[in-house]
């Protein structure tokens, strides 16, 4: 486990035991950065292979 998720559990768990009152999307915030880092850099690596494949294709019909 990460800090985001570990983050996310213990402000989940102060929010349900109201120690404090923040909105929701707050709590998850630290799951939601996460998620949208780890998105990002699946993107990104789909991204290189296809231009590795692109690359090789090229270089084949050379």
């Given at each position: 486990m990460?800090?985001?998720?570990v ?56």
């Open positions: 990460g800090i985001a998720e983050l996310t559990i213990v402000f989940v768990v102060l929010k349900l035991t109201n120690v404090i009152a923040w909105s929701w999307w707050l709590v998850l915030l630290p799951a939601i950065i996460a998620f949208s880092i780890y998105a990002l850099i699946l993107v990104m690596k789909l991204v290189m292979v296809m231009i590795a494949v692109v690359a090789v294709k090229k270089r084949k019909e050379l």
